[in-house]
Structures are given as structure tokens and as C-alpha cells.
């Protein structure tokens, strides 16, 4: 009883909590939770924390035994422009995202649950245009040590997505599209689904330990609300592989790749109102090879210090790139701090910078189309979150 009282606690809060816009690796954060952040976003082989019900929940076996509680905040800064036409500007430069996450270890097993906003997308110009898009998860993970050198784990999470979506489609000042909500906090076309994650860890030696995880499409149903319908809008699958190099006890080394399956996911982004199609944004997005590197240092017993290095080639053709979406930062440059308040309880810190990049359409002449259009964009990022131990 006391169980389902929390899941539906969980849940509950779940769709009260925004999840973070304009995410870095395509529309996934490049790195989740600030000590894997810091690292570059690097998290499939040594302990972090309850990160790892977004990142590898295999990696929850190589706690310690008792439970934890992380509590975290992150920021998005992006700063996007279209320079050279009317478009501007967006003024959407600040999002804010909450998460949590409780587990437990007893004996060799492990589990908890948590809300994680796994990313999204946003923009707001003078013009009223706009998009917003944002995709969550309540996570509910098991993992369980099979011996001292192998973990494996796996999760269920509920996924949830929200779009606001207003567009002058031919530049004639009307807004053909026109649907949100006025909240930051949801969208007024909405969807929910199951996804899950299955992950590995492998201890080879006393210093190397390798992970991996394979997490499903989000199969995220058609999003409706305020009369509209968004067919075609998923979040992909996922499969990642990472290892982590205990140099010594004071140096860690970590590494991952990651194969996003955007292909299999954002093809066409059909918005219709009363059965009538609006229009088909044609997306055809690539695949994504994401590698992240990291290391952290142990200064003291209570500091470490962390940087990494992040990298995932834009995943956006640009006959497709759209100045509502511009989802095609490459390069992410991490640092991030971790500091021991006490025996049980610690404060990490991660900040990342993300160079400008600049894409051009070539698509259909404007304003119909992108043909033409440079869309800027670069961002600054950060992390930080509470842990307690008990």
C-alpha cells in the first residue's frame, strides 16, 4: 500500500513538472544529472547516483547499501536567432527543469522511482511564433547485483509529452497554426506512453568497468488538445555503450558512445485541426552518434573537481532545419564541481558551454520554406543537485 501511495505521489507531481526545453543532443540532454553532466554526459559504468534511472539503471548496483535521495534543478540558456530576415530574435532564453529520485539497495537488489524531463524543444519570437515542446518520464527502476563484478537493471517509465505550437505558415501575418496552453509547465496537445531501459554493468578488473543500455522509443501516441492533433512526434530509441577507468583514488576516466535512432522516430510532423491537415513538416531527421568523455578528480575528501567533452553531430538535414525547432548544437564543453557537505550528504554542480553553430536551409524559398534562412544558436547550461544518503 505504502508503495502505490508513492507511485501515484510520483505520478501526480510528474505532470505538475515541466521538462527541460531545447535540449543539446538532438532533443536529448547531453547529460543528465550534474555529475554525469560534468563529465560530458558520460554515466553507462561507475556510480551516479539516481542519474541512473535516465542514463543506465545498471549502474544502481554499484551503490552502496542503504538509500538515496537526489533532488536537482537544471537550466537551459539557448540563444537562437535568424539574422538577416524579420524573424529575429527569440525571447525564449531561460528554462528551468526540477528532477528527483529515491532508491534503495538491500542486499543485491535496488530499486526506487523518479521524475526526470528527458528534453524537448523552444522558441518564442516578436512575431508571436513560437513552439514549445517538452517530453518527461516517472521512471521506475530494479536492478540487481548478480555477483560482485556484474550488475544488470532495467526500468519502466512513463512517458508524457506536451506541444504548444503557433506558426504563420506562409508569412502573410496570419497564424495558421495556433494552439497552447499559457503554461510553462504543459502543453496544450498532449501524450502518454510506456518506454523502458535495459542496462548492463561489468567490473573486469579492479580499475575498468564497462555498461550498457538499450532504452526503446517512447511510442508516444498522437498529441491532442485545443481542437488540434500532432501525428508523427516520438522520442527514439536508444543503445549506449561506456566504460569507466579508475586510474588511481583519486583519478576516474569515462567514456561513452551512444547511437540515437532519431531516423526511426522524426520522419513527418503532421499538425491537423478537425481532420484537416495544416501542414506536414517534413523532418527526416538522421541518426546520432553521441560520444562523451569525461574525467573528475578527488582534490580532498570533500572536493571534485570535473570536466568533460560532448559530441553529436546535428541530426537535422538542412533542406528540414526549422527556425520554430533549430535543434542543432553539436559541441558541448562540461565542467562541474562536487562537494561533500557531510558523511551522507553531498552538492554537485555541472556547467555547460555550447559554442554557436550556424546552419542554413536549402529548402524551398522563403517564406514558404527554409531556403536561405541562417539559423544561430548557441546556449550555456548547468546543473545542480542535492544528495542525502541514509
Do not use: C
Not at 534511472?53 to 537551459?76: K, Q, S, W
Not at 543485491?108 to 522511482?113: E, R, S, T
Not at 554493468?201 to 543500455?213: E, F, W
Request: no cysteine; proline share 5%; net charge negative.
Amino acid at each position: 500500500m505504502q508503495l502505490n501511495k508513492r507511485a501515484a505521489t510520483l505520478a501526480a507531481v510528474g505532470l505538475a513538472v515541466p521538462s527541460l526545453a531545447l535540449a543539446t543532443n538532438g532533443m536529448l540532454m547531453e547529460g543528465y544529472g550534474p555529475i554525469a553532466a560534468g563529465m560530458g554526459g558520460a554515466a553507462m559504468a561507475y556510480d551516479n547516483g539516481s542519474a541512473a534511472l535516465a542514463n543506465n539503471p545498471a549502474t544502481l548496483g554499484l551503490m552502496a547499501e542503504g538509500r538515496r535521495v537526489d533532488v536537482m534543478v537544471g537550466f537551459i540558456g539557448p540563444d537562437v536567432s535568424v539574422p538577416g530576415t524579420p524573424i529575429g530574435t527569440s525571447l525564449a532564453d531561460a528554462f528551468y527543469g526540477p528532477a528527483f529520485g529515491y532508491v534503495k539497495k538491500q542486499g543485491q537488489l535496488v530499486y526506487g522511482a523518479g521524475i526526470y524531463g528527458q528534453g524537448g524543444m523552444g522558441t518564442e519570437y516578436a512575431s508571436g511564433d513560437m513552439a514549445q515542446v517538452g517530453v518527461g518520464r516517472v521512471i521506475f527502476p530494479l536492478a540487481y547485483s548478480v555477483n560482485k563484478r556484474f550488475n544488470i537493471g532495467g526500468s519502466v517509465d512513463v512517458v508524457w509529452a506536451g506541444m504548444d505550437l503557433v506558426a504563420d505558415l506562409d508569412g502573410n501575418g496570419t497564424k495558421d497554426i495556433y494552439f497552447k496552453d499559457g503554461s510553462d509547465f504543459t502543453g496544450a496537445a498532449k501524450g502518454y506512453s510506456l518506454a523502458g531501459k535495459l542496462g548492463f554493468t561489468y567490473k573486469m578488473n579492479d580499475a575498468l568497468t564497462v555498461g550498457g543500455v538499450y532504452q526503446t522509443a517512447a511510442n508516444l501516441p498522437d498529441l491532442k488538445g485545443k481542437g488540434y492533433e500532432v501525428a508523427g512526434f516520438d522520442m527514439p530509441a536508444m543503445v549506449g555503450l561506456g566504460l569507466s577507468w579508475q586510474a588511481n583514488d583519486r583519478l576516474m576516466v569515462a567514456a561513452d558512445l551512444k547511437d540515437v535512432l532519431w531516423g526511426s522516430s522524426m520522419n513527418t510532423v503532421t499538425i491537423s485541426q478537425g481532420g484537416m491537415v495544416l501542414a506536414p513538416f517534413q523532418q527526416d531527421w538522421d541518426d546520432q552518434i553521441v560520444v562523451a568523455l569525461g574525467l573528475a578528480y578527488r582534490f580532498t575528501d570533500v572536493f571534485t573537481g570535473r570536466i568533460g567533452y560532448n559530441h553529436g553531430k546535428n541530426p537535422i538535414p538542412n533542406p528540414f532545419v526549422n527556425y520554430l525547432w533549430p535543434a542543432v548544437v553539436e559541441t558541448h564543453y562540461t565542467a562541474g564541481l562536487g562537494y561533500a557537505v557531510n558523511k551522507q550528504s553531498d552538492l554537485n554542480f555541472a556547467l555547460s558551454v555550447v559554442p554557436e553553430i550556424s546552419v542554413t536551409g536549402s529548402g524551398p524559398a522563403m517564406p514558404m520554406g527554409n531556403g536561405g534562412m541562417t539559423i544561430d544558436h548557441s546556449q550555456m547550461n548547468w546543473q545542480l543537485m542535492y544528495s542525502t544518503r541514509f
